[in-house]
């Protein structure tokens, strides 16, 4: 039963705080607020009219006016009392709800208003004047009683005046109320204009927490993501140019070389069989470094292709993953005359990886290694373990190169896009001469 109660009383806040719920609340109070005032205003000017007719003469003076249209009425018309049809056409005409006619304390005639008489009473008629009057007719003079209401439409005028007051109050209170709702639809407006006009660093106001809110919530979601998207195309666009250059200044270098290397054997300076077959392995060495740089550009188009993009395969444990890779890489390392010590700890964990792209890493970090680690010294290959992620870490010397090799890194722009699309972290360090790579990867387990 607590739960119900807790869960209506979710819902019923949740209604309040909706846009729904507010307009229903600032209906209901604009109404409060001008009944409030219509019933002040009542009271208030009621009381004034009556305290202004019972202070001043001005009802005797209407009362008077009215007898003498009544006589006028009577002598244009030569009426007698006994022509009651007349006489109640002209009570009817007037604002008089009960009319005697005496001679001789003799009752001639009387108005058929009763009925009305009690409308009026039930209307709260203030105040009436009751007087006896000489009237002549046309068999002589009788004696004229009547009730008027005269102050009734004073009273009518200030009650329709009173609710239109009210009324617009009301209006007043409840446009002011949706006014702030509709400014802030306005402010949303022209915050998405400015988004369209191309500046996504302009936040998007949250005020309160209805749906209003929630759309501009969302708009800031829309901004942010717009924005990251922006900064990564960006960075993948100025990433492209940078290996355009690296690749036009790496290719530059050993096509020079073979154009010197093919035209001193076309020009016949060299015609020892020896010194032939030294330009010639420098022919073929720069070829060799060519096909690699084409090599390695082919797959970081391919690693860069986002159409060929596919899922990450089921977790796996991390040594199921690595095993076997590292086991080769160290073999490889080893034929090519590297020295290698490992410090493999296979804990509890579990990583979701693509193999096609470990194997491409394996590969990458193989032949950087063979091209730039130092051949006196140990290459270290260990597993890390972090907070909720696991990795390898390999740290090596870094080789003298008399003149430097130039290099691209399309390799670790490979590795870098790869660990990426895996969730992972490629993270690279080099201190004076000691050059420490490491590679994250979440650890599902």
Not at 156 to 179: D, H, K, P, Q, T
Not at 203 to 223: C, K, M, S
Not at 230 to 242: C, Y
Request: hydrophobic fraction near 40%.
């Amino acid at each position: 039963m607590g739960k119900i109660w807790i869960s209506a009383k979710e819902k019923m806040g949740c209604f309040v705080k909706s846009l729904v719920g507010e307009l229903i609340l600032l209906l209901f109070a604009s109404a409060a607020v001008a009944c409030l005032l219509f019933f002040i205003l009542n009271i208030v000017v009621g009381a004034g009219i009556n305290y202004f007719f019972t202070t001043t003469s001005y009802l005797e003076k209407v009362e008077v006016k009215t007898v003498q249209n009544l006589q006028d009425y009577v002598i244009k018309n030569n009426l007698s009392p006994s022509d009651s049809r007349k006489l109640s056409e002209w009570v009817k005409n007037q604002s008089v709800i009960y009319l005697e006619i005496y001679r001789n304390d003799t009752l001639l005639y009387v108005s058929d208003l009763l009925g009305d008489e009690d409308d009026y009473n039930e209307m709260e008629v203030p105040y009436y004047r009751d007087s006896y009057y000489q009237l002549i007719f046309a068999d002589g003079k009788a004696e004229v009683f009547l009730q008027g209401a005269f102050a009734y439409r004073y009273h009518m005028y200030a009650l329709v005046a009173e609710l239109l007051i009210s009324f617009l109050v009301f209006m007043i209170l409840f446009i002011w109320g949706v006014r702030k709702r509709i400014h802030y639809i306005q402010s949303l407006q022209n915050e998405v204009g400015i988004m369209q006009g191309g500046c996504l660093e302009h936040p998007v106001t949250v005020i309160g927490e209805d749906e209003l809110a929630g759309l501009a919530n969302d708009l800031n979601q829309l901004r942010r993501s717009l924005m990251y998207n922006f900064e990564r195309e960006n960075e993948l666009r100025q990433a492209n140019q940078n290996l355009i250059i690296g690749i036009a200044h790496d290719l530059r270098t050993p096509l020079t070389a073979l154009t010197m290397y093919v035209q001193i054997l076309m020009s016949e300076v060299c015609k020892d069989k020896n010194m032939n077959q030294y330009y010639l392995d420098k022919v073929m060495l720069k070829a060799v470094q060519m096909k690699e740089l084409s090599d390695r550009l082919f797959e970081y188009c391919q690693v860069m292709d986002k159409s060929k993009e596919e899922n990450l395969e089921e977790t796996r444990t991390f040594q199921s993953v690595f095993s076997d890779y590292l086991s080769e890489m160290v073999l490889f390392l080893e034929s090519q005359g590297l020295h290698t010590v490992t410090e493999l700890d296979w804990k509890k964990a579990a990583v979701a990886v693509r193999m096609d792209y470990i194997a491409r890493i394996i590969d990458n970090l193989s032949m950087n290694l063979v091209r730039y680690a130092s051949r006196e010294e140990m290459i270290r290959i260990r597993t890390v373990y972090e907070d909720n992620a696991a990795g390898i870490e390999i740290c090596n010397m870094i080789r003298h190169q008399d003149p430097p090799m130039e290099t691209s890194k399309i390799g670790m722009e490979n590795v870098r896009y790869m660990m990426e699309a895996m969730n992972g972290e490629c993270l690279e360090e080099i201190d004076e001469e000691i050059y420490r790579l490491r590679l994250l990867f979440p650890n599902q387990e």
